[in-house]
């Protein structure tokens, strides 16, 4: 009799919804000779966010219109590899490590004595208006660093990046995220490798 109630429990039970798939981040940056040589170890903190992008799914922005005011929704099915904030932490710090250029390059929550604390504040990270012609993903940061000795922050930059998208399909829109990604992590290494610290000694 139990088994016959369980089993008529089961059949009335929903198909499981599909495990959804996967993301990572495809970045192509090129080295620039123009890059020195950098005498001080770099924490790297968690970028801050909105709720909306403090998480592992696909953040989409439709356009506001008279008749819709602007909306947010998720790709459907598709996620990132890990929350979003704490996927770019560890591709900041791979990206920064691969360019050999820095003493150390570290999370914040690694007991390291480092001279800089880089903190990024991520405004957009999102597909925009994916039905209009054409739609768009859209890319926006702002990066500050933080001297630990003084507590002050000696530089900040914002990164924008936004990549059209012609083909309404998802593999479009990924591909458009690793230009745009590609191009922002370029414009960043850049900046961070070459901004002018007085307070800090390096080498050529």
């Given at each position: 009799m139990?088994?016959?109630?369980?089993?008529?429990?089961?059949?009335?039970?929903?198909?499981?919804?599909?495990?959804?798939?996967i993301?990572?981040?495809?970045?192509?940056?090129?080295?620039?000779k123009k890059?020195?040589?950098?005498n001080?170890q770099l924490?790297?903190?968690?970028p801050?966010?909105?709720?909306?992008?403090?998480?592992?799914r696909?953040?989409i922005?439709?356009q506001?219109?008279?008749?819709?005011?602007k909306?947010w929704?998720y790709?459907?099915e598709?996620?990132?590899i890990?929350?979003?904030?704490?996927?770019?932490?560890e591709?900041?710090?791979?990206?920064?490590?691969?360019?050999?250029?820095?003493k150390?390059?570290?999370?914040?929550?690694?007991a390291?004595?480092a001279?800089?604390?880089?903190?990024a504040t991520?405004?957009e990270f999102?597909?925009?208006?994916?039905?209009?012609s054409p739609?768009?993903v859209s890319?926006?940061?702002?990066?500050?660093?933080?001297d630990n000795?003084t507590q002050?922050?000696v530089?900040s930059k914002?990164?924008?990046?936004?990549?059209?998208?012609?083909e309404k399909?998802?593999?479009a829109?990924?591909?458009a995220?690793d230009?745009?990604?590609?191009?922002?992590v370029?414009?960043?290494?850049d900046?961070?490798?070459?901004?002018?610290?007085?307070s800090?000694?390096?080498?050529?």
């Amino acid at each position: 009799m139990i088994l016959s109630l369980l089993s008529g429990c089961v059949q009335v039970l929903p198909d499981p919804a599909p495990p959804a798939q996967i993301y990572n981040l495809s970045v192509d940056v090129t080295t620039n000779k123009k890059w020195p040589n950098r005498n001080w170890q770099l924490s790297v903190a968690q970028p801050s966010t909105s709720l909306m992008l403090d998480s592992q799914r696909i953040a989409i922005r439709f356009q506001e219109t008279p008749d819709s005011p602007k909306t947010w929704d998720y790709v459907k099915e598709r996620k990132w590899i890990e929350r979003l904030p704490s996927m770019l932490q560890e591709d900041f710090i791979e990206q920064l490590t691969n360019t050999q250029k820095l003493k150390g390059v570290v999370k914040d929550t690694v007991a390291l004595n480092a001279d800089y604390l880089l903190l990024a504040t991520l405004y957009e990270f999102h597909i925009d208006n994916p039905f209009a012609s054409p739609a768009f993903v859209s890319l926006r940061l702002l990066m500050q660093l933080r001297d630990n000795e003084t507590q002050k922050i000696v530089a900040s930059k914002v990164f924008w990046q936004k990549q059209t998208v012609l083909e309404k399909n998802f593999p479009a829109f990924k591909k458009a995220f690793d230009q745009a990604y590609s191009l922002l992590v370029q414009d960043f290494l850049d900046w961070i490798l070459t901004v002018n610290l007085k307070s800090k000694a390096q080498t050529g």
